[in-house]
């Protein structure tokens, strides 16, 4: 996800016992946007809540809060106890508040690159392919460095992943852990078929709108198929003799040692990945701001900006004016089973 120039404040809260004193190790990292004062939220905490909401740490200006504080809670997964509270201890905190405040430094060092971008995918690019500079070849070389340690640790996890389905089986997942739900499938509109019956009716509504194309792209991304083909295979081939689960009882394995560790691996690679995430994310805006009003920089990246003409079916029109016809092409898709790592640690 490219980053988004918003501001607001990170904040930190905490609880304390109105009759001990006793400071709780329970931690919100949050946020506001920056017209909300942080006050605001304590008082929203406070409503109903017998311990005293105060701020452990000084509130963070930034002008990337959404991806400040997705990048916190991700980066702290490990400490995570449930939505945005953590368990942390005064060093804890402090690693916490001093992580924040380097990344926030490390954003703020591309604010001006995040409004240019933003400026310049509104105009369409000039066609042209220009070579990269010194510079902009150190940014591909970082960005591909990051992007490569990010895959690998995906992968890595993805090991657990299956290490965790074979353990949960049929069940409803992994207790505190993984969850397995059976997905009812939805109904979705049939297309192609409505067409290949009806075509002079499929021609009648079709709909033409001009529209940006503006897609950004990074020249030979890393990938596991591309940059670890072994692994990936092998990750391919654990899926297969993983077979395919179709149902999920109701019931839950019970949480071991073993499992706790296995989650715990896989949230310490979850950290890793927003590390190398937030870099690879950093170098990727550099790159797009220097491709500036150029379409392409040679064998780093593509930017073409240009307005096209798309037709399409108009199904909203199709369904309020033929109700019936748009019905009759309505299908309704198999249920699927998903499998979901918990984020954090409760236990």
Known sequence: MALKN???????????????????QYVKIGKTDYDRPVSDRSNDHQTGNPRLIVEFADSIRTNFIDDLETYMHHRFATKRVHGEWFLLDD???ADAVKEANRVNDLLNDVLSEAKGVKLLSQSESNGSTVEPDSTVEGYYKSYVNHQKNRVLHKLQQD???????KLTSTTGGLEGVATQTVVAGGQKFDKKSFEAANPEIFAKYQKTESKMSKTFSISGKPSAAKSYK?????LKK???????INTASDSLVNRDASIEALHQKWLELYEKEA?????????S??????????????????WKREVQEKTSLDTAALKEQEPELYAKYMVTQSDNVRFSVTKYRSY
């Open 285 to 302: 805006l550099k790159i797009q701001h220097a491709c500036a009003d150029n379409s392409e920089i040679n064998g780093v990246c593509k």
């Open 6 to 24: 918003k501001e607001g404040w990170l904040y930190f809260l905490g609880e304390i016992d109105f009759k001990t004193g006793e400071r709780y």
């Open 230 to 234: 072994e692994l990936n295979q092998d």
């Open 159 to 165: 090991f657990i992943t299956i290490e965790m389905r």
């Open 238 to 244: 654990a899926k297969e003799e993983l077979g395919e």
């Open 275 to 283: 590390e190398e995430g937030i870099m690879g994310e950093y170098y």
């Open 91 to 93: 060093k804890d905190l």
